[in-house]
C-alpha cells in the first residue's frame, strides 16, 4: 500500500513538472515568433525622401518598398521583431501621398 500511494506521488510529481515544462516552452514559442508589425521610423523616412521621385516616375511603388524594407527591425533571435507587410507600405503610401497633395 506504501508502495503504492509512493508511486502515486511521484507519478503526480512528474506530471506537474512535465506540465509547468510544456507551459514554459509554449511561453518561448509564442515570444520568440512574436512580431510587432509596422512601419519604423527609419522606414517612414525612407518613403518619405522617395515621394517625389514616386510623384515623377523615376523608382516604382516596389523600388521604395524594397529600400524601406531594408530598415526592418529583425530583432533578437527574431524576437520583438518589426517586419513591414506591403499592405502596411501601400497605406501609408497613400496617406503620405493625400497629405501632399493637399
Same mark, same amino acid.
Given at each position: 500500500?506504501? =508502495?503504492?500511494?509512493?508511486?502515486? @506521488?511521484?507519478? $503526480?510529481? /512528474? +506530471?506537474?513538472?512535465?506540465?509547468?515544462? @510544456?507551459?514554459?516552452?509554449?511561453?518561448?514559442?509564442?515570444?520568440?515568433?512574436?512580431? /510587432?508589425?509596422?512601419?519604423?521610423?527609419? !522606414?517612414?523616412?525612407?518613403?518619405?525622401? !522617395?515621394?517625389? +521621385? +514616386?510623384?515623377?516616375? *523615376?523608382?516604382?511603388?516596389?523600388?521604395?518598398?524594397? =529600400?524601406?524594407?531594408?530598415?526592418?527591425? @529583425?530583432?533578437?533571435?527574431?524576437?520583438?521583431?518589426?517586419? *513591414? #507587410? !506591403? %499592405? %502596411?507600405?501601400?497605406?501609408?503610401? %497613400?496617406? %503620405?501621398?493625400?497629405? #501632399? $497633395? $493637399?
Amino acid at each position: 500500500m506504501e =508502495k503504492s500511494l509512493e508511486v502515486l @506521488k511521484v507519478n $503526480h510529481l /512528474y +506530471l506537474k513538472m512535465n506540465l509547468n515544462n @510544456k507551459i514554459v516552452i509554449l511561453l518561448m514559442i509564442l515570444i520568440s515568433t512574436n512580431s /510587432y508589425s509596422g512601419i519604423n521610423d527609419k !522606414q517612414k523616412t525612407v518613403i518619405k525622401s !522617395q515621394l517625389f +521621385l +514616386l510623384n515623377e516616375g *523615376m523608382l516604382s511603388k516596389k523600388d521604395v518598398f524594397e =529600400k524601406a524594407k531594408l530598415f526592418d527591425n @529583425k530583432g533578437f533571435f527574431g524576437m520583438n521583431s518589426d517586419v *513591414m #507587410t !506591403q %499592405e %502596411e507600405f501601400d497605406n501609408f503610401l %497613400e496617406k %503620405e501621398e493625400r497629405g #501632399t $497633395h $493637399h
